[in-house]
């Protein structure tokens, strides 16, 4: 994640420098104007968990990978300095693995549509276009599944009260959330209406997670908080 953020970093700011050093054609960001956004995009987690209680046994916690997708955004210009931004994506796909152990536990795919207002602080004069804005996320979580190298350490754990080392059938639920939301981002003028951007977000993301079979439920609480990254192109219009 943090190699990721330098080079995020590293980009707008080399961008940022050509575009003031070399002369393009540029377009103001003025009150009703839309500008859409795409490029590739990063969830980076940041994760930390309650632990499932298994048999009596509190066990490691989780861990989220980092996932890849295909981010866009559509922003409307209210003002001349303010605008509102919707974030969008194909779905990303994170694997779950247990944390400090070599357990995969599982995996699940989700969307996180996100409400930004942004302040342009340079809205209404040509050039490079830094913004930063603030607003809500809502993360709906679907095609969970269990590992079955998590439904085999279910079943050594739960040896003493089973009297069998069988793997455990399970399924894994994962509650939608909604959490604040903040973001930093800056266009770099390429021509008239097309601009190389950089986006950073940070989102709040908490759940509860289930893990359900025959001996019961499992619960516990996992906050996600990841950092999205994008690199692409933006088109004003």
């Known amino acids: 994640m943090h190699a990721f953020f330098s080079k995020t970093v590293g980009i707008m700011t080399l961008a940022t420098a050509g575009a003031v050093l070399l002369p393009v054609p540029t377009h103001a960001v003025e009150k009703g104007d839309w500008i859409v956004r795409v490029g590739p995009t990063n969830v980076s987690p940041n994760t930390s968990s309650d632990a499932f209680d298994i048999a009596g046994l509190a066990s490691p916690e989780v861990d989220v990978d980092d996932a890849w997708s295909l981010g866009f955004t559509v922003s409307y210009m209210f003002t001349d300095a303010f605008g509102v931004e919707l974030l969008a994506a194909?779905?990303?796909?994170?694997?779950?693995?247990?944390?400090?152990?070599?357990?995969?536990?599982?995996?699940?795919?989700?969307?996180?549509?996100?409400?930004?207002?942004?302040?342009?602080?340079?809205g209404g004069k040509d050039g490079w276009q830094p913004y930063i804005g603030i607003g809500i996320n809502y993360t709906t979580f679907f095609s969970e599944d269990i590992d079955t190298e998590l439904e085999s350490a279910l079943g050594v754990i739960t040896e003493p009260l089973t009297n069998r080392t069988d793997p455990i059938p399970s399924n894994l639920r994962l509650d939608d959330s909604w959490g604040l939301a903040g973001r930093l981002g800056v266009d770099i003028p390429l021509s008239e209406k097309w601009s190389a951007t950089a986006s950073m977000w940070?989102?709040?993301?908490?759940?509860?997670?289930?893990?359900?079979?025959?001996?019961?439920?499992?619960?516990?609480?996992?906050?996600?908080?990841?950092?999205?990254?994008?690199?692409?192109?933006?088109?004003?219009?």
């Open 90 to 122: 194909t779905p990303f796909e994170h694997d779950i693995d247990i944390d400090g152990a070599d357990i995969a536990a599982g995996s699940t795919e989700h969307l996180p549509p996100t409400f930004t207002v942004n302040w342009y602080p340079r």
């Open 202 to 237: 940070y989102l709040d993301i908490g759940t509860e997670a289930e893990i359900i079979n025959a001996l019961g439920t499992l619960k516990a609480d996992v906050d996600i908080d990841p950092f999205v990254y994008m690199i692409g192109v933006s088109y004003n219009f």
